[in-house]
C-alpha cells in the first residue's frame, strides 16, 4: 500500500480511533509525526505514546484519552497544508484555532511547534494541521 501523504493517513488512524473509542493505535514512525504526536502529548489531546517494534517496522503506539463520560478529548483533526498545496503563515497572521481553545501544528525553521509559540518567538513556517 502506497500512501502519498503520512500526516493525513495519521490523523485520520487518530480520527477514526477515537470514533471506535480505541483504547491504542498504531502509527508507523517518522521524524515529523513523532513531533506531531510529541505536541499532543504536551497540550494533553492523548495520553501517552511510546515507540514499539513490530514485524521488523517500527511504530509509534498513542494511548488515546477520554473524560470521564468516555467522550474523547479530540473533538477535530484537520490537515491544512497538504503535498499538493501548501499554506504558509507569517507570525502576524498566525490563525487561531476556535479562539483559542484548539491548537496549530506549525514547521518552522527551527522546528515543529505550535501556532502559539511560533507567533511568540516571532516565527512564521507551513501550517500542518490543526487540532481541537
Same mark, same amino acid.
Given at each position: @500500500?502506497?500512501?502519498?501523504? +503520512?500526516?493525513?493517513? @495519521?490523523?485520520?488512524?487518530?480520527? &477514526?480511533?477515537?470514533?471506535?473509542?480505541?483504547?491504542? /493505535?498504531?502509527? +508507523?514512525?517518522?521524524?515529523?509525526?513523532?513531533?506531531?504526536?510529541?505536541?499532543?502529548?504536551? !497540550?494533553?489531546?492523548?495520553? &501517552?505514546?511510546?515507540?514499539?517494534?513490530?514485524?521488523?517496522?517500527?511504530?509509534?503506539?498513542?494511548?488515546?484519552?477520554?473524560? !470521564?463520560?468516555?467522550?474523547?478529548?479530540?473533538?477535530?483533526?484537520?490537515?491544512?497544508?497538504? +503535498?499538493?498545496?501548501?499554506? #504558509?503563515?507569517?507570525?502576524?497572521? @498566525? +490563525?487561531?484555532?476556535?479562539?483559542? #481553545?484548539? /491548537?496549530?501544528? /506549525?514547521?518552522?525553521? !527551527?522546528? /515543529?511547534?505550535?501556532?502559539?509559540?511560533?507567533?511568540?518567538?516571532?516565527?512564521?513556517? !507551513?501550517?500542518?494541521?490543526?487540532?481541537?
Amino acid at each position: @500500500m502506497s500512501v502519498t501523504d +503520512p500526516i493525513s493517513d @495519521m490523523l485520520t488512524k487518530i480520527r &477514526n480511533a477515537n470514533l471506535a473509542k480505541f483504547e491504542k /493505535v498504531d502509527i +508507523p514512525t517518522s521524524k515529523l509525526k513523532l513531533e506531531i504526536i510529541k505536541i499532543l502529548k504536551n !497540550e494533553g489531546f492523548i495520553k &501517552n505514546f511510546k515507540k514499539h517494534i513490530e514485524e521488523n517496522r517500527n511504530y509509534i503506539r498513542i494511548f488515546l484519552k477520554y473524560d !470521564e463520560k468516555n467522550s474523547p478529548i479530540i473533538h477535530g483533526l484537520k490537515r491544512i497544508s497538504t +503535498p499538493g498545496r501548501r499554506f #504558509y503563515a507569517g507570525y502576524k497572521k @498566525m +490563525p487561531r484555532i476556535f479562539n483559542g #481553545y484548539g /491548537v496549530l501544528i /506549525v514547521s518552522t525553521s !527551527e522546528g /515543529v511547534t505550535t501556532g502559539k509559540k511560533a507567533a511568540d518567538k516571532k516565527l512564521g513556517g !507551513e501550517l500542518i494541521c490543526s487540532i481541537w
